[in-house]
């Protein structure tokens, strides 16, 4: 059925688990993934049925299934764990943000996740601190790239987005690739920049 270990767990062992109300939030998710599939079914239908030369997709339509695969990839990595930790309605929020962005807007997101990791990279090269002007400065750019997925922004979340980068090793590998450090670098920024009020 889809339901985690750790919802079954607290189905059978605790007394006052609501039984029903995690069936009908496990059946809301149910049907927010097959309307997921069901679009991206037909967006793969229509990128088929175009390749053959029997169906047109406009430049809107084949960016529209280019997100929507990245949405769909994205859930498949990291979307039982974020809707665990950030609840079905952040983490479709954020999905549906992605969906409608412009092409201007999307390629802003892909630009500004780009600086991040470059200005990152290059402090943590030149032996930057974390609570440098230029630290300050990525942090300010993380903030707006949060930004542009999330339903509202809270400084609680961002320290905690911060202590995934250092403690999930798959966002470590992901800011580290080039240049080691990175990660760390970037949750002592954020850590220093909110502490002192963003």
Known sequence: MGIDLKS???IIYEEDFDTMTA???HLRELKAQRSRIDSLIGLVQRSILSMKGEDKMSDAEKFQAFKEEVVRQHEEKYGAEAREKYGDEDVDE?????LNMSEEEYERFQDLGEEIRRRLEEAVRTGSSPDSEEAA???MLHREWLG???KRYTEEAHKAVANLYISDERF?????RTVPGCAEFL???IRNKIGAGV
């Open 8 to 10: 079954i767990r607290r």
């Open 23 to 25: 069936l009908e939030e």
């Open 94 to 98: 954020a999905q549906k943000k992605v």
């Open 137 to 139: 400065r990525i942090v």
């Open 148 to 150: 542009m997925t999330w």
């Open 172 to 176: 470590r590998a992901y800011y580290d």
């Open 187 to 189: 949750e002592k920024a």
